[in-house]
């Protein structure tokens, strides 16, 4: 619910998305009453862990930096959309998708590797989260969710239909369409 709000303020629907390039180093401050603030934080960020901690976690961030950031390709809003699969990942799992020993290493997990499922880690996740966040997580941009509306959209039918008990298998990005035709 908070990542479908936090979706929902990114902008309105007729702007063009802003490009964070690296939601890693936005502090999302969260508070009690459910509001929540962001903030660049220089190198890291802190983020509240939804329904895991009530604490707080300073992760830096290479762990979090889309394909197309690592080896200069194009940067758009979908390197965010990575980055919060990336997040959401971790808030769901409680592991990184992505590990190294040093800094080549994750590079090239960043690269080639496709991580394990997150119902593989935790199976009482919903199938639907685990699927979106594999969407958000796919190497390639134009395989992404293609708006914060398609990703919201989504968020929200896997939320509706897990509170009513039923099976959040559903088809991604139904209601994903570019801001713009490329």
């Known amino acids: 619910e908070r990542v479908r709000r936090i979706l929902g303020r990114q902008r ?16 999302l401050v969260l508070g009690t009453a459910g509001s929540f603030s962001a903030a ?3 190198d890291e960020t802190t983020f509240w862990a939804a329904g895991l901690t009530d604490s707080f976690a300073v992760v830096g961030t290479a762990g979090y930096m889309a394909p197309e950031q690592i080896v200069t390709g194009p ?23 992505f590990q190294g020993d040093d800094l080549l290493a994750l590079i090239h997990q960043h690269l080639t590797a496709v991580p394990q499922a997150p119902m593989t880690r935790r199976p009482e996740l919903p199938q639907g989260l685990s699927d979106i966040v594999m969407r958000l997580l796919e190497k390639e941009p134009d395989r992404r969710y293609q708006s914060a509306e398609g990703l919201a959209h989504d968020l929200a039918r896997v939320t509706e239909l897990h509170a009513a008990g039923q099976s959040t298998v559903l088809t991604l990005c139904e209601h994903d369409f570019p801001h713009k035709l490329s």
């Not at 309105?12 to 502090?27: D, K, M």
């Not at 940067?75 to 998708?97: K, V, W």
């Open 12 to 27: 309105p629907t007729h702007e063009v998305p802003p490009v964070w390039t690296s939601l890693a180093a936005l502090a």
């Open 40 to 42: 660049p934080s220089g």
């Open 75 to 97: 940067i758009d809003f979908r390197a965010d959309q990575f980055a919060l699969g990336a997040m959401l990942y971790e808030l769901a799992t409680g592991h990184t998708p």
